[in-house]
């Protein structure tokens, strides 16, 4: 198990570098302009390019190499979301789809993500059971508050589970060779487990399984809508941005969204051209992949910084292809250091990057600022 993990976050690693070119570039193509055909086709590279981008954290979560990123989640949009990606699936297999999910849902505390994961794997274990038994069925899903509680209800018309005392211990699996590996449903038991929730396993009298999830609901009276990536957009960046990535197509990627932006972008591509930028260029922020070639760590890029331009690690922002490890979380987050997981979206870097800029203005304001207190007689 360990020897997988491994593997997994090594993919996972390959696989984001590109993804957080190809849905960077698709979020620039939605406000290029297009006309309608080539926006409709933009739309969908974009849903799918996110859809791979979720397989990849659902591997992440299983290897525990992705650390849960919690925040207010609206438990319905999520599971509407889940429920379209298969809701294709289910209609040619000759499964009837029944909703009973209504608006007026608190929110809840989570990972979106992971609780999709959840959502995904009951909805396969149904559909599998359901199939076998008749090649047919009707899948039931309601949405309800109780007490202190949002409750997820998945019912289906299968032929029950067989022990329902061990159908959330790992490698438990009443599918045939080849079609299970026993851990979706462990998986699921974990996650919950860990977001303060309860997931049970119940046989209905008139036939059929439920699978019921409950989550505590969030104390907040409403959800905070996030502003839509334009708006997030119009604010431009003005400074000097040392951006470093040894992956070319992210490094372009990025240097054309800051650039866009507004900000003057210098690029690197190794520690030693960076080392070099620093101590003869003039920066306002540096964008640097934490992971470069070399076998040089975050820790030591940031004590480098330290000791030969250490004015420049307040304006630092570290990019990962995924999570760091503890011990470089920890240390960035004794240092008040940012990073970006990747693939991430155009706003997020932006944002953070005029967050940087911000804390002491630009090289060019200061200049400004020196050249009028100099002409003032300061």
Same mark, same amino acid.
Request: with cysteine; hydrophobic share 25%; proline share 7%.
């Given at each position: 198990m360990s020897a997988v993990g491994q593997l997994i976050a090594g993919v996972a690693h390959e696989l984001n570098n590109p993804l957080t070119a190809i849905l960077g570039y698709a979020q620039l193509l939605e406000g290029a302009g297009l006309d309608h055909r080539s926006a409709d086709y933009v739309r969908k590279l974009f849903k799918q390019a996110q859809r791979t981008h979720r397989v990849v954290q659902n591997l992440l979560s299983f290897s525990r190499q992705r650390k849960p990123q919690k925040q207010e989640v609206d438990l319905c949009r999520v599971l509407e979301d889940t429920l379209t990606l298969r809701e294709y699936d289910l209609k040619v297999s000759n499964i009837s789809l029944e909703r009973d999910i209504p608006e007026d849902v608190p929110a809840v505390v989570g990972d979106p993500h992971q609780l999709e994961q959840v959502f995904l794997n009951i909805i396969n274990n149904a559909l599998d059971a359901m199939l076998e038994a008749s090649g047919a069925g009707v899948l039931k899903v309601r949405v309800f508050k109780k007490d202190s509680f949002v409750?997820?209800?998945? +019912? +289906?018309?299968?032929?029950?589970?067989?022990? &329902?005392?061990?159908?959330?211990?790992?490698?438990?699996?009443?599918? &045939?060779?080849?079609?299970g590996t026993g851990l979706g449903l462990s998986i699921c038991y974990g996650i919950i487990k860990e977001h303060g929730g309860e997931i049970v396993a119940r046989n209905r009298d008139e036939g059929g399984a439920t699978i019921e999830i409950r989550l505590p609901a969030s104390q907040s009276v409403a959800l905070t809508e996030a502003l839509p990536a334009a708006s997030r957009r119009e604010a431009l960046l003005k400074g000097r941005v040392l951006l470093v990535e040894d992956e070319e197509a992210v490094l372009e990627f990025q240097r054309d969204v800051l650039s866009g932006a507004g900000a003057e972008v210098t690029t690197a591509m190794s520690i030693e051209e960076t080392k070099r930028q620093l101590q003869t260029g003039l920066f306002d922020a540096v964008v640097l992949n934490g992971r470069m070639p070399g076998g040089t760590s975050a820790p030591e890029i940031c004590l480098w910084m330290q000791g030969n331009c250490p004015e420049m690690e307040r304006k630092l922002l570290l990019t990962f292809s995924n999570v760091a490890d503890p011990a470089t979380r920890t240390f960035l987050l004794e240092r008040g250091v940012p990073s970006l997981a990747k693939p991430f979206e155009v706003a997020d870097l932006i944002s953070q990057v005029r967050r940087l800029l911000q804390k002491e203005g630009t090289s060019e304001e200061k200049s400004e600022e020196k050249a009028a207190a100099a002409g003032a007689g300061v």
């Open positions: 409750c997820v209800e998945f +019912d +289906d018309s299968g032929p029950g589970i067989k022990d &329902t005392s061990r159908i959330f211990d790992p490698f438990y699996t009443t599918k &045939t060779v080849g079609k």
